[in-house]
Structure formats: structure tokens, C-alpha cells
């Protein structure tokens, strides 16, 4: 089966950096994707990767190796108003996307 | 605005009933996806449609269905509608089908729909 993997749920403190990590086990790969979602609200697209390495916007990076299944999306200068919910979507053979449950960050004064 | 459009934003209604919720994709998109969220929990794929044409499927229950109209618009129909039901629904858009590039969703606000 397809599978995503990203932890439930973190907690960081304002000003601090947070990585939040997303394995995934699929049926091919064709890019891997993260979006940002308020309560409540709609995602929000983030980032895109399909080549290993590290994408850089901002205040945001994304970082993925396809040989482990493995990437990252790590976010600097944390501010009250990231706190929100990071979703981690992959594109499988069928170019179907697969979602994550979403890591919930909470971020602390 | 993301320029996708849902509507109703919000829907309350009784068990045993049925609803039609509309999407209108970004001006340019030709690609619609439905998406449900029960509360807290991740985003469940439903259906696409591309230029009007189904093109995949996802959980979407046989009580479920939609379609995609010429102008792009887009309608998922709930019917015998359950107490589960009730979550929100995004629909989202994009430009191409499945291959074209990064191929990157853009969600409406969503309509929640509350059974009673």
C-alpha cells in the first residue's frame, strides 16, 4: 500500500527554527509537495520538489531525497502566525496525489 | 482569494437529505478535484475531472457524485446523507491533468456541511 508518514503533531517557540519530516512508501514517484493549512481554512501550496536536494523560499525550505523516501520542510524565524497545520503530498507513478495526515505546529511566545 | 469558488460556505441539513455543492474553478484551470476533511483529520480524495471528463477516483462513496460541466464548473451531490458526513469540502483546482509539471492545486475555501 501507499503510505505517508509525518509526526501528529510539534510545538516551537517563536524566533526558533522547526523542521517537520515526511517518509513515504509510494507507487512510483513524481514530485513531493507541501501545503500550509490554517483551522478551518484552505491549504495553501508551499513548495514543490522533484530533484534531490534542498529548495529554498524564504523563510521556508524544503528538502527531499528519493533514495530514502524522505523529506523535510523546515521553516526559520518562526511567527505566532505559523502556527498551522503542514501537509505533505506525493505524486505516485499514477500521478495521483498522496496525502499526509498533517503535522499540527504549534508555536509558543 | 484564491480564486476558486465554493458555495454554500455553509450547509446544515438533516439526515436522509441531499445537497449540491458547487465549485468554480480558477479562471484558466481545467482541472477540478474534490476533497473531503472530517474534523482533524486528513484530506480524503474524491474524484477529478479534466476539460469535463472523469479522470480518477478516489473514496467517494456510491451515496456520492459529481460532474464537471461544460463551462468547468463543477457539482458533488450528496445524497442519503449520514451524521458522518459532516466535514468540509474543498474543491481545487489546477491547470493541466495529471502531467503537466509541478501541476500545483489550488483549494477554495471549502463548504461545511453539518448533518443533523
Known amino acids: 500500500g501507499q503510505n505517508i508518514d509525518q509526526p501528529t503533531e510539534m510545538t516551537a517557540t517563536e524566533g526558533a527554527i522547526v523542521q517537520i519530516n515526511c517518509t513515504y512508501q509510494?507507487?512510483?514517484?513524481?514530485?513531493l509537495f507541501w501545503y500550509q493549512q490554517h483551522a478551518g481554512e484552505a491549504p495553501t501550496f508551499l513548495s514543490y520538489n522533484v530533484l534531490d536536494g534542498l529548495e529554498e523560499k524564504g523563510r521556508f525550505s524544503s528538502f527531499l531525497s528519493r533514495s530514502k523516501g524522505y523529506s523535510y520542510l523546515l521553516l526559520k524565524e518562526l511567527q505566532m502566525k505559523d502556527s498551522a497545520s503542514y501537509l505533505c503530498?506525493?505524486?505516485?507513478?499514477?500521478?495521483?496525489?498522496?496525502w499526509g495526515a498533517g503535522t499540527k505546529l504549534i508555536i509558543k511566545p | 482569494d484564491s480564486g476558486v469558488t465554493q458555495t454554500p460556505k455553509h450547509l446544515i441539513t438533516a439526515t436522509g437529505q441531499r445537497v449540491t455543492l458547487r465549485c468554480s474553478p480558477r479562471s484558466g484551470d481545467l482541472s477540478v478535484y474534490w476533497y473531503q476533511q472530517s474534523l482533524d483529520q486528513g484530506l480524503q480524495f474524491l474524484i477529478h475531472?479534466?476539460?469535463?471528463?472523469?479522470?480518477a477516483k478516489g473514496n467517494i462513496l456510491e451515496r456520492f457524485s459529481a460532474q464537471q460541466f461544460p463551462d468547468l464548473h463543477s457539482e458533488l451531490n450528496l445524497s442519503s446523507l449520514e451524521l458522518g458526513d459532516s466535514a468540509l469540502y474543498f474543491c481545487?483546482?489546477?491547470?493541466?491533468?495529471?502531467?503537466?509539471?509541478?501541476?500545483?492545486?489550488?483549494f477554495g475555501a471549502g463548504s461545511r456541511l453539518t448533518v443533523l
Open positions: 503530498a506525493v505524486r505516485d507513478s499514477n500521478y495521483q496525489l498522496i
Open positions: 475531472y479534466y476539460n469535463g471528463e472523469e479522470r
Open positions: 481545487a483546482s489546477s491547470v493541466g491533468s495529471l502531467f503537466s509539471g509541478a501541476n500545483v492545486l489550488t
Open positions: 509510494t507507487s512510483g514517484f513524481n514530485g
